[in-house]
């Protein structure tokens, strides 16, 4: 499905506006909850944030591959492998969303210069199948919303188990 010139805006609008969302969402997490994880095999904060960092600098080099190459292969990756790999957790977790930022206004650029032509253009993904400018560009418009609501939703897990530190000894 094609994007009209204002749904395309909106989606680049949303895109643009991924990072605030992220760091608003992270602002509200205390240092003790970085690291907590709602439950086995699920991601703290931090894990969330350094994914974020991986997957908007995997994502701004599929954007240009999609654009700029003839039959691009789009290459997938385990991202669960990656933050146990990378162990996430030894990583700082400021240039992680220093690097989400950077990236996000550095691609919005070019997204905004794209021709027509280009937002049509297709690769092919190794998991997915077919991948189009357009279809990316919806993907990645949400990616960081739905990871600012999973550290809203992180935080209110972590607020309501009665196990961490900070809330030995609290009486309700």
Same mark, same amino acid.
């Given at each position: ?11 680049? %609008?949303? &895109?643009?506006?991924? #990072?605030? /969302? ?7 997490? #205390? /240092? ?7 439950? #086995? ?22 954007? %240009? &591959?999609?654009?700029? *190459?003839?039959? #691009?292969?789009?290459?997938? +990756?385990?991202? $669960?492998? =990656?933050?146990?790999?990378?162990? +996430?957790?030894?990583? @700082?977790?400021? @240039? ?13 650029? !070019?997204? %905004? ?5 280009? =937002?049509? %253009?297709?690769?092919?993904?190794? *998991? ?5 400018? $357009?279809? =990316? !560009? *919806?993907? +990645?418009? *949400?990616?960081?919303? /739905? ?10 897990? =972590?607020?309501? $188990? ?5 809330? /030995?000894?609290?009486?309700?």
């Amino acid at each position: 499905m094609s994007h009209s010139p204002r749904e395309r805006e909106e989606l680049i %609008r949303r &895109y643009e506006e991924g #990072p605030g /969302k992220l760091a608003d969402a992270l602002a509200k997490v #205390p /240092k003790e909850a970085l690291q907590w994880r709602p439950g #086995p095999d699920r991601w703290s904060v931090h894990e969330v944030i350094c994914h974020c960092a991986d997957s908007e600098t995997n994502g701004a080099m599929r954007i %240009r &591959y999609l654009v700029c *190459e003839e039959s #691009p292969l789009i290459v997938g +990756y385990d991202q $669960e492998r =990656w933050a146990k790999v990378i162990d +996430y957790h030894s990583l @700082p977790l400021e @240039p992680a969303l220093a690097l989400v930022v950077a990236v996000r206004q550095h691609t919005a650029g !070019l997204l %905004r210069r794209l021709s027509s032509d280009a =937002w049509g %253009r297709t690769g092919k993904h190794t *998991e997915s199948g077919g991948l189009s400018a $357009e279809r =990316w !560009l *919806e993907i +990645y418009a *949400e990616h960081l919303e /739905k990871h600012s609501r999973q550290i809203e939703r992180n935080l209110e897990a =972590w607020h309501a $188990e009665d196990t961490h530190p900070s809330k /030995k000894g609290v009486v309700a």
